[in-house]
């Protein structure tokens, strides 16, 4: 039951994603980072790290941490009643309706890595040779989707059907509307 909700949660929030790029698109092309090689730093396991980009962080301490590191938000959305959305160049942040970070998904660009050097464009062999073959997997629209499941978060790989190369990734909490540990 739980991978059919969260599957479900996923597509709905591919298909904002999806509108949302279509929407934006124009401004997403004007968008300049002034730190090309910025790397968003998340950790894969949020219990293990209190560095970076953290679940719970306000929406408040994420602006900031983004302002620091030269990120231009592209786009701020409410998602009705279940929470909000802040979209930069190739990352996406979901907070809950508390304005607490609950998901943070990198997408179409390659110059962001996690803690582990997960990026876009890598292969399924680089997945599998950094965190194994103890996953949970479903089969969205155009790609697999390999959650790792950790104490407190899900880390979770999206890989092209096509090219078997990723096409995202992201952390997000254990429930929908969970809050972790970031202050």
């Keep these: 039951m739980r991978i059919n909700t969260k599957v479900t949660f996923f597509f709905i929030c591919i298909l904002l994603i999806s509108s949302t790029i279509v929407v934006y698109s124009g401004k997403i092309n004007e968008t300049k980072q002034s730190k090309e090689n910025f790397n968003v730093i998340i950790f894969e ?5 209190n560095e970076g980009l953290k679940l719970g962080l306000s929406i408040g ?4 941490y983004l302002k620091q590191a030269d990120v231009r938000i592209v786009n701020e959305v409410e998602i009705g009643t279940i929470g909000y959305k802040i979209i930069c160049k190739g990352m996406e942040f979901v907070f809950n309706s508390s304005k607490r970070l609950t998901k943070v998904y990198v997408f179409e660009t390659d110059n962001l890595c996690n803690s582990k050097g997960i990026k876009v464009d890598d292969g399924y062999e680089k997945m599998i040779s950094l965190y194994g073959e103890k996953y949970d997997r479903s089969e969205e629209m155009e790609a697999f989707v390999y959650e790792y499941k950790y104490t407190k978060n899900y880390f979770f790989i999206a890989i092209s059907y096509k090219t078997n190369k990723i096409i995202g990734w992201g952390i997000q ?4 509307g ?4 970031g202050s």
């Design 45 to 49: 396991d949020q219990v293990k790290s």
């Design 61 to 64: 301490k994420v602006k900031d």
């Design 173 to 176: 909490t254990l429930h929908k």
């Design 178 to 181: 969970e809050v972790g540990d």
